[in-house]
């Protein structure tokens, strides 16, 4: 019996090898108890019926694992791995299903180290490599006691769920099947979510969920290529499917091709959806049907630590912040270090040594997981410098509300966000403060950092106004300078003066301002282009001084533009700030934002 099962397994590889087509037959093909694989030996693998899957050795790094593979692909795909962690083998490994029913793994011929593949509870009698790319364990009356779908390494296949409470793990890399360093966790609360592996698994961590919860339910992957989440069915509730993805295609002529659906969590950290089309020609082709995330940088942890992703192109790249180096340059997703050793902070304080570091020039467009230690209403300069003075201080990210959020290390997850108007500070040893080295080019130039978005105003008013009103463009800056910052911050909040969650400029109305200042009665003084009226803010006592432009149309505008661009890039404690500016087609019910500056008119 032995022997015709071994004659049989050979040919069945002479059949592979072949060019014929192979008719499928769904006659598994049985492994007979005393059957054995091994690198050196004839036979490395076991075949499915179909020649589509096979069980067994596969090279692995400098050796051999133990897993189930797709044959005849464009590329090796591995879809399940035994011990998945363990050293790779040597060519002189053996896998056998002993006569005494356990499917075992000697390591070493000859010291006998040996390692169960698959726990099972009672004797195997046989085994196989069943189509579907499931591997099973016979007892003998044929009753399935171990199979291969019930411990999903990174992928699952048609036919195959993953259980409530179970995880997928992704690999390290294309080429190596060990742990790597995403989870995709079917939780026992129905929701499945995307983790970095070894984070705390908190929301903060999360960078995908399928959000359908409150029962439990399994990931289930159907011969036809859907991916849903299927609650219990003993509720009585067959309707309680949420399908994520329909995998199917359309049929391309007939029986000729077989399709194989896979969906694997990549080492990228991404979950998607596969389609294997394998013709009987043995030609293949594989498609992505769908992915749960298209940006690489959504994947929290793709860069480890003190590192920011960024896109070019459709790769993601990770770079370090500025004062950190690679932890190693040829796997720059481990994160980045510190790239000098930090000076005893404290010490020097106390002894009033000259400080040893800078900040770094302001980086755009950056984000990271949100967990300042202090929140300050500092205006910017005065935000990065706060930042120099404090021992615990190595980055600060700095709103366009005064919002001054200080970080200790390490920042994670960082990243490109394109719609992000924070800018980034860094603190860097002294003498080594230039624009940073690792900053993706054309995105961050610290020069085109100042924020000029006061040109569209004037620009409209050019379009929009009448001629008298085009002449006169307002800064409404409130007077007081308060004593207490906190206190200020907090009533600048406060005031209906309204500075909205949006941070933009309050717009006003000609009539508003003519109200506000009765007028426009009791002149402050005389600027080289318009004269700046005291007044009040309607529904407020707000005192505030407005500024009308008086000048001709065009040079005046352009004075006034140069003037406000001044302004935008001043942040001083003596100038008071800027909340809001003249709207022409407020009436028109057409809101103009922009950003709120700091600034004056007005020196004291
Ligand atoms: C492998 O096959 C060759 C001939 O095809 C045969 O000579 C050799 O003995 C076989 N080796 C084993 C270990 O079965
Ligand atoms: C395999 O076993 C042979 C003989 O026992 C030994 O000479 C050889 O070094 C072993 N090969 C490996 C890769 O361990
Ligand atoms: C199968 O094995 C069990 C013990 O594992 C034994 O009790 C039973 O009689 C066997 N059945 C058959 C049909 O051989
Ligand atoms: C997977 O789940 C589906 C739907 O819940 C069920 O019909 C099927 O039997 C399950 N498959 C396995 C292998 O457990
Ligand atoms: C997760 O932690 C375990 C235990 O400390 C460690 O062995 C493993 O390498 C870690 N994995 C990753 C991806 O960091
Ligand atoms: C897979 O699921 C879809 C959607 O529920 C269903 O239409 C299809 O018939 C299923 N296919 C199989 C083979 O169960
Ligand atoms: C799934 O996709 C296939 C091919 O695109 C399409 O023919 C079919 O109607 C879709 N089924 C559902 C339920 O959306
Ligand atoms: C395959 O499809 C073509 C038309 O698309 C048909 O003529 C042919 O008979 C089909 N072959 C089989 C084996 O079904
Ligand atoms: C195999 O068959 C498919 C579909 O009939 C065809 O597109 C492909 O070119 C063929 N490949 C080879 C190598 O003959
Ligand atoms: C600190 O860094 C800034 C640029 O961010 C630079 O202009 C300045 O010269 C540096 N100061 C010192 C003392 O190096
Ligand atoms: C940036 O854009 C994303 C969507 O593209 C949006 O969800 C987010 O709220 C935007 N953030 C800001 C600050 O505008």
Known sequence: MAFLAVLLLILSNIA??????????????????????????????????????AFGFYRQDYGFAVGIFMLNQPETTIT???????????????????????????????????????????????????????????????????????SPTDTILGGQNLTAGKNLVSSKSVSDHSSGRFLLGMQEDGNLVLYPVNSSYITEDCYWASGFNGYSSDLCLNGTGFLYLQGDTDLGRSSNR?????????????????????????????FRLYSHHVWSNKSSRVLIKWSVL???????????????????????????????????PDSKSLGCYQNFDEDNCRENEVSGLIMRYNI??????????????????????????SCLDDCNCWAVSYTDVNNCRKYKLPLRYGKIIENSTDLAFFKVILGNSDTPTHVPPGRVNPEILVRSKNAPILILALSLGSVAFLCFVFAVSS??????????????????????????????????????TDGFKEELGRGCF??????????????????????????GIREFRAEMTTIGRTHHRNLVQLIGHFAPDLERKSKIHTRCSQGSFLST
């Not at 399908?243 to 950290?269: F, V």
């Not at 318009?530 to 005192?543: D, E, H, I, P, Q």
């Open 80 to 150: 399940w791995t035994a011990n998945r962690d363990d050293e790779p083998l040597s060519s002189n490994a053996t896998l056998e299903l002993t006569l005494d029913g356990e499917l075992l793994l000697r390591t070493d011929q000859k010291q006998g180290k040996a390692k169960l593949i698959a726990q099972t509870s009672t004797q195997a009698t046989s085994a196989s490599m069943l189509d579907s790319g499931n591997f099973v364990l016979y007892d003998n009356v044929s009753r399935v006691i171990w199979q291969s779908f019930d």
């Open 242 to 270: 949420r399908i994520l993805a329909n995998g199917s295609s359309e049929d391309e002529g007939n029986e000729t091709h077989a399709i194989i659906h896979r969906a694997t969590l990549d080492a990228d950290g991404i």
């Open 294 to 328: 298209e940006n690489k940088c959504d994947v929290k942890g793709f860069c480890g630590f003190n590192s920011f992703c960024a896109l070019e192109g459709k790769e993601a790249i990770c770079h370090c912040f500025p004062g950190f180096d690679f932890i190693d």
């Open 530 to 555: 318009g004269a700046v009226y005291k007044g009040t803010l309607f529904g407020s006592n707000k005192a505030v001084a407005v500024k009308r432009l008086e000048k001709g149309v065009e040079e």
């Open 360 to 385: 770094s020039s302001p980086l755009e467009n950056l984000w990271w997981v949100n967990y300042p230690y202090s929140v300050l209403p500092l205006k910017e300069e005065l935000c990065s410098k």
């Open 16 to 53: 592979l090898n072949s060019t014929k087509a192979k008719s499928q037959t769904n006659q598994p093909n049985i492994i007979h108890l005393g059957s054995s694989l091994s690198p050196n030996a004839n036979t490395t693998s076991w075949l499915s019926p179909s020649g589509l899957f």
């Open 479 to 516: 007077f007081v300078v308060y004593k207490n910052r906190a206190h200020r911050y907090k009533k600048l909040w406060d005031s209906n003066v309204g500075l909205a969650e949006d941070f933009a400029l309050q717009s006003f109305s000609y009539n508003e301002l003519e109200r506000a």
